[in-house]
């Protein structure tokens, strides 16, 4: 089974600097890798995506995201935060076609002036 | 994109009654839709796939008969909390697949429904 770990409960960072969320999943085979944003009391917006190709994905928000298989990571980057994204960033593998997302426990960004 | 949408968006009931969450793909059909719980500052548990026209599979710990999920129609999916009690408190969110998105598994998520049972 998959299973999909964030390291980080919490992260702060000023506006302006850059952030890297990280994420590390386990998994057989090339997993399917999301990245969701979650404002308080909100349901979750999808940032970006990985099912194959280039390994380097653009999302929404200015956000980017890298999978390396040899680290089975895909974390999460944007060069420069605004206060806006504070909240909580959930990372998601999925299997197959049909299979549900298996969620990371989330990591909190706080953005600081 | 494909949007979902969640009713009611908060709701409070005392012990012991029954509460009816709903779920529903605005502008796509969804065969799988999927309800997940989601504790404060917690992530996303799974709590179960919700096929068009069969019975849900729960995952395991979920009690079936105390959450009963019914999927209808081609978009819409309900999720009844029976018989609530202060621990099924929680903020609950639905997604739901579109086959026709052109994405693998790609699942729209509702706004979800905070449920808090006093």
């Known amino acids: 089974a998959q299973s999909v770990t964030q390291p980080d409960i919490h992260i702060t960072v000023s506006e302006g600097a850059s952030l890297e969320l990280r994420c590390n999943y386990s998994?057989?085979?090339?997993?399917?890798l999301f990245w969701y944003v979650q404002s308080p009391g909100q349901g979750l917006q999808l940032l970006l995506k990985?099912?194959?190709?280039?390994?380097l994905v653009q999302g929404i928000k200015g956000f980017e995201a890298e999978f390396k298989r040899s680290q089975s990571s895909f974390n999460l980057r944007k060069p420069s935060v605004h206060w806006s994204d504070a909240a909580e960033y959930f990372c998601?593998?999925?299997?197959?076609?049909?299979?549900?997302?298996?969620f990371g426990k989330g990591t909190r960004l706080s953005v600081i002036a | 994109g494909a949007v979902v949408s969640q009713h009611p968006s908060w709701v409070i009931c005392k012990s012991g009654t029954s509460v009816k969450i709903e779920c529903r793909s605005l502008?796509?059909?969804?065969?799988?839709m999927f309800w997940y719980r989601q504790f404060p500052k917690q992530s996303l548990m799974l709590m179960a796939t919700?096929?068009?026209?069969?019975?849900?599979?729960?995952e395991q710990g979920v009690e079936k008969d105390k959450f009963l999920i019914n999927h209808a129609s081609l978009t819409l999916s309900t999720l009844t909390v029976t018989s609530a009690h202060p621990e099924d408190s929680s903020f609950y969110i639905c997604?739901?697949?579109?086959?026709?998105?052109?994405?693998?598994?790609?699942?729209?998520f509702g706004p979800g429904t905070r449920l808090t049972v006093l």
């Open positions: 997604s739901a697949r579109d086959p026709t998105s052109g994405s693998f598994n790609e699942q729209f």
């Open positions: 998994y057989g085979a090339t997993p399917y």
């Open positions: 990985y099912f194959s190709g280039d390994t």
């Open positions: 998601a593998v999925g299997a197959s076609e049909n299979t549900p997302l298996v």
């Open positions: 502008d796509f059909q969804a065969t799988t």
């Open positions: 919700s096929n068009e026209g069969s019975k849900a599979t729960y």
